[in-house]
């Protein structure tokens, strides 16, 4: 029971480029989020799905799209990285909406 | 938007001293939570509050949700050096999807 694991674990774009943060839980759990955590600001939320099917926008969803593949995954694509999204991106999932969140390890993304 | 203020942002102590950090908001949460991360982790649960006024403990961990429902407390009795790390809380909102709402973080180093 691995939990919440993300992949990769580090990753360097140029500005411009694009690439998707991978994400998957073997919890069972019906809800997934994405968060990117900056230094001094806490884990603001980009991006979440309820369920299955269906996502809809947190916090700061702007320059994001995200995939509920299935069940178990929740990708989150930059279509052109910008440095502005240099972050640490957090993937964390629930059994539902309002219950107790738990992460993943984290994807360390630099954009030059 | 909801904003919480958690302080201190850091700390230095001694080990086997005790610890304590809070959070407020200027909003009313019906879930609060202490989170924990460690250097290149995501965070990890410590302590769920749900009910107003309720007093959890988890080994050293005490934390309270307080009674106007807008600040919760964390207290580490007896530090020990594997507590460093950086100590979140966030309040969560039933009626916006059970988002998370996080504080800026406390840094805690012990020195042994």
């Known amino acids: 029971n691995a939990g919440v694991t993300q992949t990769p674990k580090f990753q360097v774009l140029k500005t411009g480029q694009s690439m998707t943060l991978q994400c998957a839980q073997d919890?069972?759990?019906?809800?997934m989020y994405w968060y990117r955590q900056d230094p001094g600001m806490g884990l603001r939320l980009i991006y979440y799905s309820a369920s299955e099917g269906t996502t809809d926008k947190g916090e700061v969803p702007n320059g994001y799209n995200v995939s509920r593949l299935n069940k178990r995954e929740f990708s989150l694509r930059l279509e052109s990285a910008a440095p502005s999204q240099t972050s640490v991106y957090f993937c964390a999932s629930s059994v539902h909406l309002q219950e107790t969140q738990y992460f993943g390890p984290g994807t360390r993304l630099l954009v030059l | 938007g909801q904003q919480l203020n958690q302080s201190p942002q850091s700390m230095f102590i001694q080990e086997g001293e005790d610890v304590s950090m809070n959070c407020t908001s200027s909003?009313?949460?019906?879930?609060w939570l202490w989170y924990k991360q460690d250097p290149g982790e995501g965070p990890v649960l410590l302590i769920a509050?749900?009910?107003?006024?309720e007093l959890t403990s988890n080994g050293r961990l005490t934390a309270q949700f307080g009674i106007t429902r807008k600040d919760s407390f964390l207290n580490i009795s007896a530090s020990i050096p594997s507590d460093v790390g950086i100590y979140f809380c966030?309040?969560?909102?039933?009626?916006?999807?059970?988002?998370?709402?996080f504080g800026q973080g406390t840094e805690l180093s012990v020195k042994p």
């Open positions: 966030a309040g969560q909102l039933y009626n916006q999807g059970g988002k998370l709402i």
């Open positions: 509050l749900y009910k107003a006024g």
């Open positions: 909003s009313i949460f019906n879930t």
């Open positions: 919890m069972n759990h019906n809800s």
